[in-house]
T-cell receptor, first 115, second 114 residues
Framework: AQKVTQAQTEISVVEKEDVTLDCVYE???????LFWYKQPPSGELVFLIR??????QNEISGRYSWNFQKSTSSFNFTITASQVVDSAVYFCALKFSGGYNKLIFGAGTRLAVHP | KAGVTQTPRYLIKTRGQQVTLSCSPI?????VSWYQQTPGQGLQFLFEYFSETQRNKGNFPGRFSGRQFSNSRSEMNVSTLELGDSALYLC?????????????FGQGTRLTVV
């Protein structure tokens, strides 16, 4: 079975703090893809990153970084020096090789960044 | 390049009615997927269309259906609406039919059933 778990329901931080959002996934497939999306109050899901199962290299994009570890089935997302504009719900998602474009989402983590 | 467009943005319907939601994908994208988002169940996959064919279907009753046209635009229909169908319905557009591409989402249609 395919499953994504985001254990943190809500996180509250003060601006400029670093924050890490956890994501643990389950799949028996050897080829799969992991994603992070951001959902601001407007409702649209904004694509942040895609990671292939065969590429464990971590990635950094500005204040955002992602740590992919197959050994622990985790794909964590860190925001460095958080800003108020980072406030949103963040979703981790899994796409497996036999599922075409079907995304399996975690429950999401609501991040509130206070000034 | 225009993004994914969903219409209408908001909709209020009465129990027992039916509703049709529309999604125009990004130009050149051939895959369209639909998701239902509710506070209780989160984001759940409804179905995916690729080149006018439904390739994948989530665990929803037959009241939920969809179709895709030759220009890749897609519609989803919900018949005999129930209060529990109140949700944000999101459409996602992908370039290819394989899993290697990311999905881009529209702003959604917020359906309220009263």
């Amino acid at each position: 079975a395919q499953k994504v778990t985001q254990a943190q329901t809500e996180i509250s931080v003060v601006e400029k703090e670093d924050v890490t959002l956890d994501c643990v996934y389950e799949t028996r497939d050897t080829t799969y893809y992991l994603f992070w999306y951001k959902q601001p109050p407007s409702g649209e899901l904004v694509f942040l990153i895609r990671r292939n199962s065969f590429d464990e290299q971590n990635e950094i994009s500005g204040r955002y970084s992602w740590n992919f570890q197959k050994s622990t089935s985790s794909f964590n997302f860190t925001i460095t020096a958080s800003q108020v504009v980072d406030s949103a719900v963040y979703f981790c998602a899994l796409k497996f090789s036999g599922g075409y474009n079907k995304l399996i989402f975690g429950a999401g983590t609501r991040l509130a960044v206070h000034p | 390049k225009a993004g994914v467009t969903q219409t209408p943005r908001y909709l209020i319907k009465t129990r027992g009615q039916q509703v049709t939601l529309s999604c125009s994908p990004i130009s050149g994208h051939r895959s369209v997927s639909w998701y239902q988002q509710t506070p209780g169940q989160g984001l759940q996959f409804l179905f995916e269309y690729f080149s006018e064919t439904q390739r994948n279907k989530g665990n929803f009753p037959g009241r939920f259906s969809g179709r895709q046209f030759s220009n890749s635009r897609s519609e989803m229909n919900v018949s005999t609406l129930e209060l529990g169908d109140s949700a944000l319905y999101l459409c996602a557009s992908s370039l290819q039919g394989t899993g290697t591409t990311e999905a881009f989402f529209g702003q959604g249609t917020r359906l309220t059933v009263v």
